[in-house]
């Protein structure tokens, strides 16, 4: 019956990603109170699993609209009756804040992980029957059909180090990326200077109220086609948007990279590790939270794949706080360790029938160690996107606004992950830009910068 349940859910889910429609550009509604919004594309942080309760709840959703908590209000009658049991279920003994660990306990981490490896490399080893010292190897000349052999494990060899299928511990300086690869998630501190933090924080509020007023009817298609899609999709969409960001038309962007990436290499450091230094630009952009946003479900922008599970994590996504974050602004929930068929399951089964109207409570989310990401501004929290999290409800009076970028195994395409379709401007998707090629980018426009200050 479980199994039946599950099955069911993965098909809604599947037919659900099928029925939609990418457009390019974004087209112009008009809101209630007389605003223009361009509409969005599909997001990997709209990986909601339930389709079918939205519509069994419309008629309550409808009635939370209308009344929409203010942003003091203490109560929450705006958010989905399973995001709030599941803020009831995590906000016990086990939930903490997500602090940045200390360098002595990654590298705790870091020594077991190595270990491990050394371990399975030597049982490869034996495995493969090596013949020890001195061989035992045949002793002929290379011929015409060993270099054709050469030739295809050259390119065999070439194609799995663009693939990076292995965690390069000797590329994770930091042990950021030990960390990550262990739990899910690692908070990092002062990876943004505040001169870079208040002109981006700037830059993105001018750039979400030109987006809300830009009709398409008054923009030439050079335009429209240079502009492309304002917005992505996003879970709980109350008060909160998924804003995509150009690059090279953005030098306050640009500037921003440049400090994360390149002048200061523990982000880059620890992607590398785990990706590789082809790792693909994936998404880009900002998460904005007005007072009074909905609280998210429980979600991982790449759901668990039984049959398709990588040894280390498929992709990694880097939240920016642009501003201090406290627990009423409605911070992500982190659940370490939670990039597992058990967890993910528990939430697809729990969220159907919203956890049995409450009576149903899940033992394993309520005894879950989970962490508040309380940032401080410039902090970051670098996670798994397979980890379990979700964006909690703003019940401030200030806007909640995090730059975010996202970088990919180039082994693994959106097909793999049905749900895991990129926030990322369309001309940047074709693109394909690797870590490597967005350094160079990023560090030319410094440069550039720099010249011209001069």
Request: charged share 25%; with cysteine; net charge negative.
């Amino acid at each position: 019956m479980l199994a039946a349940r599950i099955e069911e859910h993965g098909k809604s889910k599947r037919l659900r990603m099928n029925t939609l429609v990418v457009g390019v550009i974004s087209l112009v509604a008009a809101t209630t109170n007389g605003n223009s919004i361009a509409l969005p594309t599909i997001s990997a942080f709209s990986s909601s699993p339930t389709t079918t309760k939205i519509t069994t709840h419309a008629a309550r959703r409808k009635t939370a609209f209308q009344f929409c908590a203010t942003a003091t209000d203490d109560v929450d009658t705006i958010s989905m009756l399973a995001a709030r049991i599941e803020e009831e279920m995590l906000s016990g003994p086990e939930q903490s804040i997500l602090f940045e660990m200390e360098e002595s306990k990654r590298r705790t981490i870091w020594k077991q992980l190595d270990k491990a490896a050394r371990s399975a490399a030597k049982s490869k080893s034996k495995s493969s029957g090596g013949g020890g010292f001195g061989g035992g190897g045949s002793s002929k000349k290379k011929g015409a059909n060993d270099k054709k052999t050469t030739k295809v494990e050259a390119a065999k060899d070439d194609n799995e180090k663009q693939q990076h299928l292995e965690f390069d511990l000797k590329k994770d300086k930091s042990k950021f990326g030990a960390q990550i690869v262990e739990q899910g998630v690692a908070r990092i501190n002062g990876r943004l200077s505040k001169e870079t933090m208040a002109s981006l924080l700037e830059y993105i509020n001018g750039y979400l109220e030109q987006a809300l007023t830009t009709k398409v009817e008054d923009m030439s298609l050079e335009e429209i086609y240079k502009q492309q899609s304002y917005f992505a999709d996003v879970q709980g969409k109350l008060n909160r948007r998924d804003m995509l960001l150009p690059l090279e038309e953005s030098p306050t962007v640009q500037t921003a990279l440049w400090e994360l990436l390149v002048k200061d290499s523990v982000l880059s450091d620890s992607v590398e590790s785990i990706l590789g230094d082809s790792a693909q630009l994936y998404e880009l952009g900002a998460l904005i939270s007005d007072p009074g946003s909905e609280r998210q479900l429980l979600h991982a922008d790449y759901n668990y794949q039984p049959d398709f599970q990588p040894d280390i994590p498929p992709a990694l996504t880097c939240f920016v706080a642009l501003q201090d974050i406290d627990e009423r602004m409605g911070p992500t929930t982190f659940l370490p360790s939670s990039a597992t068929k058990e967890y993910h399951e528990e939430i697809a089964i729990g969220q159907q029938d919203e956890y049995g109207d409450g009576a149903d409570t899940s033992e394993l989310l309520s005894a879950a160690p989970n962490n508040l990401a309380t940032l401080g501004t410039g902090d970051c929290s670098l996670y798994n996107p397979m980890t379990l999290h979700c964006g909690g409800a703003n019940r401030s009076d200030k806007r909640r606004v995090i730059f975010y970028f996202s970088f990919k195994n180039k082994k693994y395409d959106e097909k793999d992950w049905p749900l895991a379709y990129a926030s990322l401007r369309s001309d940047l998707r074709a693109r394909q830009l690797s870590l490597t090629e967005i350094q160079t980018i990023v560090a030319d426009a410094e440069h550039n910068e720099n010249e011209n200050d001069n």
